[in-house]
């Protein structure tokens, strides 16, 4: 038996995995509110104390943010991770982390078809490289390679590098937060923190009294709480839509696809982009306009090569958990330490 975990700021996934069943199909699993538990440590004990499995032969944790020397503090959570603290405390052979877009690239090998939504059927090259970007409250990068035998999964922390305008709205929109900010990553403006990030400066241009005209302005309240949810409701959901949200998500949705074809560029991404998180399944209807595929394409004299590269929708949201189930299935089968 073998444990995973997908860690995040709102809630934790933890499943037990055989070997026999593999890491789609979990022997137990259950999810616990991350905010009402002091460490990993105490989920994990009373997951197990729970399940009443035995004992675990290898744990693998996908956790946001990234992982040095076995160990990481987990983004928008007061707790630091990790492994031989875990290997410890849990009597757990091998005990493993990985970054949780890494976790959803490996899960890339194990999706059936209706766990995906294909937004360019493009040319994909056999064994291939592929991208992830995922879109939740941050934004996360990842890749998968082949190695002869298998995929293998990369992380990185793409999300974190210089947002580069693609037009001029963009270019005041960065000048908008350089005003507010010392650094303004695609993070800043292409995940669940940077809608309102968008939204905002949209409402502060000459263009708001053409949306107060309209008649159909609906005001998003600034706190409490995350404002994402009501705009993109508000820009998708309304029947006519709120302007203001309509052309938040549709600028957002552009500089997407431009940060999406930038890194299928940098990784020679053959195989395929794929897109995770909690935000691209829920804009689903606005990814597949044309902004998107527009902004990804847009790349100069690579265009008709871009026009070529498959883009997926992941619409499985234990793709990360799957992930590390199998980086666990396979640590238990080799008999060195990955750590």
């Avoid at 974190?160 to 350089?178: I, K, M, N, V, W």
């Avoid at 609906?218 to 409701?233: F, Q």
Wanted: glycine fraction near 10%.
């Amino acid at each position: 038996m073998v444990l995973a975990g997908d860690i995040g700021g709102t809630k934790t996934a933890l499943g037990l995995f055989s070997q026999e069943l593999g890491p789609v199909r979990p022997v137990t699993e259950k999810v616990f509110s991350s905010a009402s538990h002091g460490s990993l440590e105490e989920i994990v004990t009373e997951f197990l104390n729970q399940a009443r499995q035995g004992p675990i032969q290898a744990a693998c944790f996908a956790v946001a943010g990234p992982i040095l020397s076995g160990r990481t503090i987990v983004t928008n959570l007061p707790w630091t991770v990790d492994s031989t603290t875990l290997s410890t405390t849990m009597d757990i052979g091998k005990v493993k982390l990985i970054n949780d877009v890494q976790a959803v690239a490996c899960s890339i090998p194990l999706l059936e078809k209706n766990n995906i939504r294909t937004l360019n059927h493009g040319l994909p090259a056999a064994t291939g490289t592929a991208a992830v970007i995922a879109v939740g409250t941050g934004l996360g990068e990842a890749f998968l390679t082949w190695d002869g035998s298998k995929y293998l999964g990369h992380a990185t922390e793409g999300g974190h590098t210089d947002f580069a305008p693609g037009d001029e709205q963009q270019a005041g929109l960065l000048a908008y937060l350089r005003n507010k900010r010392n650094h303004v990553s695609w993070e800043i403006v292409c995940s669940g923190i940077g809608i309102p990030n968008v939204y905002d400066y949209l409402a502060s241009t000459d263009n708001y009294d053409r949306y107060k005209d309209t008649g159909l302005l609906m005001e998003i309240p600034v706190s409490p709480g995350d404002r994402t949810p009501a705009i993109i409701s508000a820009a998708l959901d309304k029947d006519p839509p709120c302007p203001l949200c309509a052309d938040t998500v549709k600028t957002f949705v552009s500089i997407l696809g431009a940060e999406s074809g930038n890194l299928v560029l940098k990784t020679m991404a053959t195989g395929g982009l794929y897109l995770g998180g909690g935000i691209a399944p829920r804009i689903l209807k606005a990814l597949e306009g044309n902004s998107f595929m527009e902004a990804f394409t847009s790349k100069g004299r690579l265009a008709p090569m871009m026009e070529e590269i498959p883009v997926h929708v992941i619409l499985n949201p234990k793709a990360a958990l799957m992930g590390a189930a199998l980086e666990a299935i396979k640590m238990k089968q080799e008999p060195q330490d990955l750590d």
